[in-house]
């Protein structure tokens, strides 16, 4: 069984950075994408930035310029560093691999790491 485990949420001022780390264990031998999505109070859940193990990204309009993302392969973890954050930032974000193990319809997500950002 894949689990997800998020970590670094918080609370900061706009304007801060924070980092965000999602680790996947289990039995894992490949994974297709690696993304972040958040969801606001309110919203849906949406895309915030997605990489593929080729190395393509993208990105919600909202967040480029300001958000990174990355993986470690090796560690089968995938980041998301964020910059200059806004209060519209305010979310739970959700780690997500899709297409592990060779298995395109395979999908995990993780449990949702809260950021808030003050004005």
């Known amino acids: 069984q894949v689990q997800l485990v998020e970590s670094g949420g918080g609370l900061v001022q706009a304007g801060g950075s924070l980092r965000l780390s999602c680790a996947a264990s289990?039995?894992?031998?490949?994974?297709?994408?690696m993304g972040w999505y958040r969801q606001a109070p309110g919203k849906q859940r949406e895309l915030v930035a997605v990489?593929?193990?080729?190395?393509?990204?993208n990105y919600a309009d909202s967040v480029k310029g300001r958000f990174t993302i990355s993986r470690d392969n090796a560690k089968n973890t995938v980041y998301l560093q964020m910059n200059s954050l806004k209060p519209e930032d305010t979310a739970v974000y959700y780690c997500?691999?899709?297409?592990?193990?060779?298995?395109?319809?395979?999908?995990?997500w993780g449990q949702g790491t809260r950021v808030t950002v003050s004005s």
């Open positions: 990489l593929s193990s080729i190395g393509s990204t």
């Open positions: 289990g039995i894992i031998f490949s994974i297709n994408a």
């Open positions: 997500n691999i899709d297409g592990y193990n060779n298995n395109p319809r395979r999908s995990a």
